[in-house]
């Protein structure tokens, strides 16, 4: 009797580790003997290894923006018709916060005040009539470059670029914009010389 319980235990441990280790519950999995929990920026090899609302990407833990699938900015584009834009991450509205985090992404784009070295992030806006906008990063876990933009590539397009919130004195940046019209803005989250990591981006009126 003692054997035939010995030996159901041990089948009942194994069960047990295999279902952590699958990740069965979304959260995490087995790392040696520990359980892994990755919070946002931090390494990874897959998505089992972060928290919830995080996905591993680049070797990272990091969350997405609403439509958060690999062909994010393929999928944003067609939807709202317009051109792709490599490195966007999603969408924002009027009133919201949404968090991201630039580690393990490229350096795709440059802003006339900076951005041309760091990792970044592109975020689209989309107005259905004329709105004054302020668009920050506090919050933020680095020395944040933020620009606006009525396209995505070309500093051509470019209508708001700021690396230093003077009003505050931080590091972190601010654009305000009085009567923007109607229509679809690209957001772009850099960073200053080579900085990166976590940010927090609101856009309110």
């Known amino acids: 009797m003692s054997a035939f319980r010995s030996t159901s235990f041990l089948a009942l ?3 047990t580790l295999a279902v952590l280790s699958s990740g069965c519950f979304g959260r995490s ?9 990755g919070a946002e920026g931090e390494e990874c090899r897959q998505d089992g290894h ?3 609302g995080l996905l591993c990407i680049n070797s990272r833990c990091t969350r997405l923006g609403p439509a ?5 900015s393929v999928d944003l584009a067609d939807d709202a018709g317009l051109p792709e834009c490599p490195g966007l991450v ?7 916060v949404v968090t991201g985090s630039t580690q393990g992404s490229s350096n795709r784009y440059q802003g006339t005040c900076g951005g041309g070295e760091a990792p970044d992030e ?3 806006l989309r107005l259905s009539s004329a709105s004054s906008v302020v668009i920050t990063t506090e919050s933020s876990q680095y020395d944040t470059v933020l620009y606006l933009r009525d396209g995505c590539d070309g500093e051509a397009t470019e209508l708001a670029c700021n690396d230093d919130d003077r009003s505050t ?8 914009i009085v009567n923007l019209p109607a229509g679809s803005y690209y957001l772009f989250v850099d960073g200053f010389g080579t900085h990166a990591g976590s940010y927090q981006l609101a856009v309110n009126r």
């Open 13 to 15: 441990f194994a069960l």
């Open 90 to 96: 999603g969408e924002v509205v009027l009133g919201e």
């Open 50 to 52: 972060c928290q919830l």
């Open 29 to 37: 999995s087995v790392v040696g003997l520990g359980l892994a929990d």
């Open 122 to 124: 592109v975020w689209l």
């Open 169 to 176: 004195g931080g590091l972190h940046s601010r654009i305000e």
């Open 68 to 72: 958060s699938t690999a062909d994010v």
